[in-house]
């Protein structure tokens, strides 16, 4: 598809209008990267156009970060600055729109030391963390992304630049929805109205476990939490009764299941980027709901880092169901992007869960929500486990099994 | 020249050694346009290996920043947040050195309305007055300048777009001393050496006042102010003792004059980008010492906008001395940037002077510094008034007069 400016503003549009639904009088805080200023430029004059107040734009730069991390002390990056904690108080009174353009490097800060990045992580993200859970279910937000040349590059090694950028660009449209023909908002509702009828399903089924089995050796099960729905694509901030769709693309059927309350052996599927580094053909072993050993052929010592992270950074917040035959697995490619890639198949996450899958999950405080099962931590790493024969089965209270998928799709 | 990462590199290191002068452990504050992130990355690292402990970078976005005025409502703009307010607290703690690299489009804000481009600037600039003040002659401070395919344009209108880039860089490195051969640190310091010797003769001259005539209708003199020097090209920051030089390139020779002690009228020899905005073809005439009235065949209404800014912004804080032979005005261009142009020619600027040319200067507030006559206001505006004829008088206290300038070049 050729990237015309009509094309770049349908896309903008359905991020503003569709991802986002940003309402006349609000916020919005836009994250990209200085290379992407341009279609920054064209989401803020949408997101303008859709009423808002004031469009904040926080830039961010990947060779500037790694000469940062190159150079600065470890105890000066990791502090966090009045102005900053005053910034975030403006959040927690705004509640701003919280929108994110990827187009990063996916290897930006791959030479830096994994204790460096860990360690200024860790103590960044504990000062945000009061601020964060203030806002957290408040405000709509939206993800996507947009192609950069080394990320091109890194999806496909063997093309040129300008072939890289464009098969990318043709892979990233297609799984938002965007083409010179289509009417993106119209097909976006259609496509979430299936995915809510799925959760709907699983909802009704109230499974009280699910068991994984695949020939790869994942053999696995998870208690699921009777207080927390299933959710999809679609969600509502309680504050202006706004709908909006944190994910561009989505595909993802998902819930928080019990915290602490799992058995047995996950393979990974897909690589996985963390922390800017790749963790690769991985497994991780659980016992009485806890991470307690892993092997992987490439950043097994990362794995380590992440489950210690935090108390509860070695328990699951997030199980997610994905059929084999999504867009984004239909594309055949390894994105090295996490919004992308956990939406090619099944997966689970480590750390937080979603409290807003709670009854009045948004009023509750993390600690409330932990004492109704839903995992709370500073982390929260999605890992892929969509094998080709993938069979979930659902287990009933009285125990007996409803399949749910097979050979990695509805069953 | 071609521009290789050497060039790059070299540029620089001059701006970050002898430029700011960057002394290890302190702070850096560096501005930047989104367009230039790899230079402000180069400028960043070398930064760094001088010793900074931390460089926050502030990204401007010029499209970005049209959108803001043509959406935002004129009182959302002109408010200054909480965050912003504590940042600037931050730095008068700190007392960064700051660093600011202008690559913007002259014309950026040129649709925007003068009453909300005015209205916003004194709204801000009004908040941030006591913390600048509170940091001003306390931190080193450097402006520089690259090319960007907009501005480059602007000055080159009839060459393709690299055809301007290359003449853009081959003229900014002209100017700044840059290219393949020398060694542009020890070229810096011949040449401020020189500088700083005119600034000596005419410190002991003790003017009391500068009478300028030109053929053009320029007939006007100015108080000099007896208890400021006059300075030129490089600065001592007195918290740490370390020379800096505010401007790349550099080739002004100035004073602040006594406020509000002027009469006659200046006939402007080069346009004047204000606002983003062009003033072309003007005159100002000053009785008593404020500017009383002003002719301009285009902009007219923005010379009142600008000297209604506040009580003192129609009195004059600058008086500069260049010569015709000034490798900026040897390139013969029009930049359409003060940085360049007002180190083309004579000049005068309205509004603030420089409190640190008095005794002490640095220690004492805007207020005291206009007691002793050096002007206060939120504005400081370069005009250029260095025609070819231009002739200066120095008029000593028994009133015999001294030949300072003829012919637009040093008597």
Redesign the interface.
């Known amino acids: 598809m050729q990237i015309t400016k009509e094309i770049l503003e349908k896309y903008a549009r359905v991020i503003v209008k569709t991802g986002a639904n940003v309402q006349p009088g609000q916020c919005v805080n836009l994250a990209a990267n200085?290379?992407q200023?341009?279609f920054?430029?064209l989401v803020?004059?949408e997101c303008?156009?859709a009423g808002?107040?004031?469009?904040n734009?926080e830039?961010s730069?990947d060779?500037?970060s790694k000469?940062?991390y190159?150079?600065?002390?470890t105890e000066?990056m990791s502090e966090t600055?009045?102005?900053?904690?005053?910034?975030m108080?403006?959040n927690v009174k705004d509640l701003p729109v919280r929108m994110l353009i990827m187009s990063g490097d996916p290897d930006a800060l791959a030479d830096i030391a994994v204790e460096k990045l860990t360690a200024v992580g860790r103590a960044r993200r504990q000062v945000a963390k009061p601020y964060r859970d203030a806002t957290d279910g408040k405000e709509q937000w939206v993800i996507v992304a947009l192609p950069s040349p080394v990320w091109a590059k890194k999806v496909f090694p063997d093309c040129s630049e300008d072939e890289a950028m464009q098969k990318l660009w043709d892979a990233i449209l297609m799984t938002v929805r965007v083409d010179e023909e289509n009417d993106p908002v119209a097909d976006w509702k259609e496509h979430t109205d299936l995915m809510g009828a799925k959760a709907n399903w699983l909802n009704q089924q109230k499974f009280k476990a699910l068991h994984y089995t695949s020939a790869n050796g994942t053999d696995f099960t998870v208690t699921l939490n009777p207080e927390a729905k299933w959710g999809a694509a679609r969600e509502v901030n309680p504050v202006n009764g706004a709908y909006y769709i944190p994910n561009m693309p989505t595909e993802e059927v998902f819930t928080s299941p019990l915290a602490g309350s799992c058995e047995g052996t996950l393979v990974a599927t897909k690589p996985l980027s963390y922390q800017s580094q790749l963790i690769e053909d991985f497994s991780i072993t659980f016992a009485e709901g806890r991470a307690v050993s892993w092997q992987a052929r490439k950043g097994e010592e990362l794995i380590g880092q992440m489950v210690a992270m935090d108390e509860n950074a070695a328990k699951l917040g997030e199980v997610a169901l994905v059929p084999k035959e999504s867009p984004v697995n239909r594309t055949g490619i390894l994105f090295y992007n996490t919004l992308f890639d956990e939406n090619a198949c099944c997966h689970l996450a480590l750390g937080a869960g979603f409290k807003e899958l709670l009854p009045n999950g948004n009023d509750l405080s993390p600690e409330e929500a932990l004492a109704h099962g839903v995992n709370d931590s500073i982390i929260h790493v999605d890992f892929m486990v969509g094998s080709e024969d993938l069979s979930i089965d659902g287990v009933k209270a009285d125990g007996t099994l409803v399949p749910v998928f097979r050979n990695g799709t509805w069953a």
Request: proline share 6%; aromatic share 14%.
């Open positions: 200085v290379n200023y341009a920054a430029t803020a004059e303008y156009r808002a107040k004031k469009v734009v830039w730069c060779p500037l000469v940062h190159l150079y600065q002390d000066v600055l009045p102005w900053e904690i005053a910034k108080e403006q």
